[in-house]
Structures are given as structure tokens and as C-alpha cells.
């Protein structure tokens, strides 16, 4: 087992991430950037390291100085939490090429599943099923209005290198494909400094329903069912729940047998999540393989009573698994709970929390870096805590949520908590019926 494991990021995640370290007698290091140095992983970490401005860029994506800070602290490993370097080939070979483990995929699973247009094309090899669409990268306006006539629109362009919603854009007729085509590759550029697009059928209502999976290094997947994201906002998911409402005990045997098959393709070790759309009679096809732990990883969590992180670090250690599937026992739900105003565009309001109230209480978790008197820096991204209730049924655990959403107090920034307490009431979200679209039609202005 390691001895030594930096955590090469910040927030609830690298809290998460010691939490577990800890309880399996792991040492770990935190590393900050300036704006960062009051946050709780710092101080919950055995050692910690500054690593440079408030810039992303020269922080947290500053792959030299993260490697020089694991080798003066010794680390035997790196845990790159999710976002920052999580999925980043590079900053894979270059910790393998210094004798670190990387926690997470190797560089070549990464490119293979990284870019989502090579992805699906080596889904489409393992039998996965997956939304028809371009073959491979778009190469002009041109070709993507032939393949959108052939397919019929609507249809969606999206980035290769795409990530938290951004990069897409929807089109609905060949008048519109040019001002799209340009302005989601301006946007990917920026955000990603790639522009490469690939175009795929639009799936009108669809779920967006995930499979946890987990490989290690001896060729065994198994899958640990899947999480429900479809209330998002702007293609970004705001709440996610364990079992789907939608699922049934036969749709989960087919996603899960199409998951593992899918991360058994390319040998996949450690934990991930294959992305699938699922319409409206429950045919489902893959959307995108994420090669990390996930935000929502604790609904799952919660629903099978495991330790991810903890699975995550075995794994990865050389630790073999089971192999066996596993079904969801209880039924979970995470609220993000962001720094944003909902009832104003959800702009991001960054400050000072100058009141913090915490809810607990039976089936209640709170997974989160800040307390009273934290300022929340505005160079990140803006979720401040994953509010996660469990209880026996779905009923139930809207119920508790309730609740804990009423008792969570933070003054002195806006946060997303009155739009989750609507939605908790609303009927339709209660009844399970709903789409990645119902967010469109949600009433934001009484928040
Ligand atoms: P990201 O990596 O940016 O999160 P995804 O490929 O996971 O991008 O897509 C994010 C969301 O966009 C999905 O959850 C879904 O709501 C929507 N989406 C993506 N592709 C399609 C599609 N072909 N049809 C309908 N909705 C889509």
C-alpha cells in the first residue's frame, strides 16, 4: 500500500480524499495555491505545499511544480481528484515516467477515452450502442449539414475535448449550422485549446443515466449500478440520485453489461463512469467515459455502502476486486450546493460566508471545505458543498432532503439551496417523471 499520496487538487474533494487516506493509515500532502491557503485541506493534511498564484494555470494545472512538490514530500502517489489534471494524459505519463503512481487511468486509456470522438469509436468496436452521428471529427459546415440531413436534425456539435457542459451546441436546421459551428469552436478553444467538433443525432427528452464502474489490474470490471443526473441546467448537472426512477431491473442488467464491456475494451483500471442518454423507450446509447471519481460518486456510495475513494486508491495499489456487480439497497439523492444566485441567471456570488450552518441528523452527509468566516475565492468553480441524504425509499429521502436543506443557514454569499428546496416540491420531480429538459420549463423568478 502507499505511504505517501499528494492530493493534486482542492475543495470538498481533496478533504474527501484525506478522509479516506486517513483511515487507511495513508500520509497525505495537500497542495494550495495562494488563494487557497485558508481552506480546510490544507489544514487537514499532514503536510502541505504552496504551489503557486491563484491561476489555475500556474497552480493546479502546473504539472512541473505538482511533480516537484510529491518528490519533496516523498509521496509514493498522486490522487488527481476530478477536474484540474484528473483526465489529463500528459500529467498520467509524466507521474508514471517519475516512479509516482498516477490514481487514476494510464495515459493510454485516457487518450483512448478522453477524446470523445475516439471513444465512440471504440465503443461502437466493444457493441455499444451509441447515438449515430458523425464518424469521427467534423471537417467542415459542409460535411456536418450532409450528415444532419441524412440523420435529421436536431442534432448537437460538441467538442472533442468538451467537459461540464461547454463546447455543444444545438441545431435545428442548416441555416443555423454556421454561426454554431462557429461559436461553439470558439468557446472550446478558449476552454479547452482544442476546437475539434464531432456532431451526433440530438436525443430530444432523454435521461442522462450513468453506470459506475470499477477495473483493476488483473482484467476484472465490474459495475456498481448508476446514478440519475438528468436535472441539470445548461448541460450541468445540478442534482443526482441512486437507483434512476426510471430504471428497471432489466434496463440495469443491459446498461451494466454495455458498461463493463465497453471498459473492458480498453482494460480499464480503476474507478469510472460510462455516460449513457436514455430515451423515452428505454433504448440507451453512450455518451462519454469519464476516467475519474466523479462529483455525485457519494450517491452510489451511499446506495451500496462502499468507500470509492477507498476502492479507488486499492485498485490502484494493485489490489485485486471481486468482480461481482452490485445493486443499489437504499435510494440517495446529492444537492450541489454552489455559490450562485439562482434567482439571477445562477451568476456565481463569490465572498465571504459570514454565518455557516451544517445540517446532520440521521441519513444526512455533508461533504464540504468551507466554515464561517471562509472566503470562497472567485477562481474556481463555485460549489461550495454536496448536501447527500439516504434513506429507504425514494419518498423518503426527497423528504429528508427537506429538511436538511431548510436547516443548511450561509449568509453572506447566495447559494443554490431555495432553488433545491423548490424543487423538492415539485410534483413532477416527486413523481420521477422528468427529463434533461425540465429544467427549461422551471421557474426560476420566485426563488
Ligand atoms: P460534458 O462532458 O460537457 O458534460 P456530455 O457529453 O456529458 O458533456 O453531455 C452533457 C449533457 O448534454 C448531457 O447530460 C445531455 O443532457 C446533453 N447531451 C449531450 N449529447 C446529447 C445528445 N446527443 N442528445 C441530447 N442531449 C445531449
Redesign the pocket.
Known amino acids: 500500500m502507499f505511504k505517501k499520496i499528494l492530493i493534486a487538487n482542492r475543495g470538498e474533494i481533496a478533504l474527501r480524499i484525506i478522509r479516506t487516506c486517513k483511515e487507511m493509515g495513508i500520509k497525505t500532502v495537500a497542495v494550495y495555491s495562494t488563494a487557497d491557503k485558508e481552506s480546510l485541506h490544507v489544514r487537514f493534511a499532514d503536510e502541505a505545499v504552496c504551489i503557486g498564484p491563484p491561476a489555475s494555470a500556474q497552480s493546479y494545472l502546473n504539472i512541473p511544480t505538482l511533480i516537484a512538490a510529491a518528490e519533496i514530500t516523498n509521496a509514493d502517489a498522486i490522487h488527481p481528484g476530478y477536474g484540474f489534471l484528473s483526465e489529463n494524459a500528459e500529467f498520467s505519463r509524466i507521474c508514471q515516467e517519475n516512479g509516482i503512481k498516477f490514481i487514476g487511468a494510464t495515459a493510454e486509456m485516457i487518450n483512448q477515452m478522453g477524446d470523445?470522438a475516439t471513444a465512440k469509436a471504440t465503443m461502437i468496436k466493444a457493441g455499444v450502442p451509441v447515438?449515430p452521428g458523425s464518424d469521427g471529427l467534423l471537417e467542415s459546415v459542409e460535411q456536418g449539414k450532409k450528415i444532419a440531413n441524412k440523420i435529421k436534425y436536431p442534432v448537437?456539435i460538441?467538442a472533442t475535448a468538451?467537459?461540464?457542459?461547454?463546447g455543444?451546441r444545438i441545431i435545428h436546421s442548416d441555416e443555423e449550422f454556421q454561426k454554431a459551428w462557429d461559436d461553439a469552436r470558439t468557446e472550446s478553444k478558449a476552454a479547452f485549446g482544442n476546437d475539434g467538433m464531432y456532431l451526433?443525432?440530438?436525443?430530444v427528452e432523454?435521461r442522462?443515466i450513468e453506470v459506475q464502474i470499477v477495473g483493476d489490474q488483473y482484467g476484472r470490471v465490474c459495475h456498481l449500478s448508476e446514478r440519475d443526473?438528468s436535472i441539470?441546467r445548461r448541460?450541468q448537472k445540478l442534482v443526482e440520485e441512486a437507483p434512476s426512477p426510471f430504471m428497471t431491473p432489466e434496463l440495469r442488467e443491459r446498461m451494466g453489461a454495455a458498461a463493463v464491456a465497453g471498459a473492458s475494451a480498453i482494460n480499464y483500471e480503476g474507478v469510472g463512469t460510462i455516460?449513457f442518454?436514455v430515451d423515452k423507450n428505454r433504448d440507451f446509447y453512450f455518451?462519454?467515459m469519464n476516467t475519474r471519481i466523479q462529483v455525485e460518486h457519494p450517491v452510489t456510495e451511499e446506495v451500496i455502502n462502499y468507500d470509492l475513494i477507498k476502492e479507488q486508491i486499492k485498485v490502484a495499489a494493485g489490489i485485486p476486486i471481486s468482480g461481482n456487480n452490485y445493486g443499489p439497497k437504499l435510494h440517495a439523492m446529492e444537492c450541489r450546493i454552489n455559490a450562485e444566485d439562482p434567482a439571477n441567471g445562477f451568476r456565481p456570488s463569490p465572498g465571504k460566508i459570514t454565518v455557516l450552518h451544517i445540517p446532520g441528523g440521521h441519513g444526512v452527509r455533508v461533504d464540504t471545505h468551507v466554515y464561517a468566516g471562509y472566503s470562497i475565492p472567485p477562481n474556481y468553480d463555485s460549489m461550495i458543498a454536496k448536501l447527500i441524504t439516504v434513506a429507504q425509499t425514494r419518498e423518503e429521502c426527497i423528504v429528508k432532503m427537506k429538511r436538511a436543506l431548510s436547516e443548511f443557514v450561509v449568509e453572506g454569499v447566495k447559494t443554490t439551496i431555495p432553488f433545491h428546496l423548490k424543487l423538492m416540491d415539485d410534483e413532477k420531480f416527486k413523481e420521477g417523471v422528468f427529463t434533461?429538459a425540465f429544467l427549461e420549463t422551471f421557474d426560476f423568478s420566485t426563488l
Open positions: 470523445k447515438v448537437i460538441k468538451g467537459g461540464g457542459g461547454r455543444m451526433e443525432k440530438y436525443v432523454p442522462h443526473c441539470q448541460h455516460e442518454l455518451m462519454e434533461t
